[in-house]
DNA sequence: GATTTATTTGCAACTGATTCTCAGTAATAA
DNA sequence: TTATTACTGAGAATCAGTTGCAAATAAATC
């Protein structure tokens, strides 16, 4: 019910930390987007709107929108964590293509399930599940095709 | 049918690379180890049997051994890239403990002809499926009960 | 098996994302 | 007001991973 602001707030306050100004502008700026983002770009996208608030902070405030759940690790690329918000976001697959880079987003629920019943029989209390699934997407699949070079 | 060996050097002949010794040795330790690991592991556990190979080696083989299918990616962790080898290994879930950092390995097999069904649907030609779930361990689920101080 | 050619290697220097240090600010409590 | 604590920007430090280079090695050709 709680929307992502007090979310943030309560979380801070639980660990007597402040919802200050530029942690709010960062939080802002994480809901404004709705891709995956890196710091830098998440950091751009604050620098164009208000200016004063440093990568340093940026990188602080990250894993504080972790472990308050608003905000996840998306699939790292090029060397760099990504993200991206949780809030009003159900848990997803996430299909990347390894030649375009294309990447889709579909739905957790038929897996779900089955993912919980295996906890179960395991006894372990999941949290967080993580299904990410690489190949190539329709598009470069039949240009591949085409491109009938070598390869096995 | 073919052993890793004979899977690697096929690989490298293919690609007009050379199976010399330091790749022979790393490929060795690689299937030698039978938990996930990272380069600076995997060069210390040479450096014990043989020496004169040289971490940065290590770090040109393991795309190799990547690309050859002998080798996939694993959990990071602590900002460090972390592998396993595959070879009569089959795909398998990741269930790590979030408390005692424990990782337990599971058949993927259940969740398998699901993603096969969804990946059709979606015209998208899997190659890789990566499935992890993070939480708590039978054991840390049951003493954080006993430490019910606060949270939620 | 000597010679040629292309690939590999160890080493050390480099890179770049992330983290840390520190001195100055802001918020809050007393 | 004063004391205490948390927060910030700036730049320096860290450190996993990469790269340039000259010497070594493997394979191909004579
Ligand atoms: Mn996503
Ligand atoms: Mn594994
Ligand atoms: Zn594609
Ligand atoms: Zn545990």
Partial sequence: MADHATIFR???AKKG????????KILEAVFAIHEHFNAEELY??????????????VYRTLPLLLEAGLVQ???????????EHIYGHPKHIHWLCRSCGSLVETDLQSVDPLIAELAKSLNFK??????????LCWKC????????????
């Fill in 73 to 83: 690790h998306a699939l790292r690329s090029a060397g760099r964590e990504r993200y």
């Fill in 17 to 24: 930390l402040k919802l200050t100004s530029p942690r709010k």
């Fill in 10 to 12: 309560d979380y801070l």
């Fill in 44 to 57: 751009g996208r604050i620098k164009s709107h208000s200016q004063g608030i440093s990568l340093a902070t």
């Fill in 141 to 152: 699949a039949s240009t591949e095709n085409e491109n009938q070079t070598d390869e096995r």
């Fill in 126 to 135: 999941e949290e967080d599940i993580e299904l990410s699934i690489r190949g």
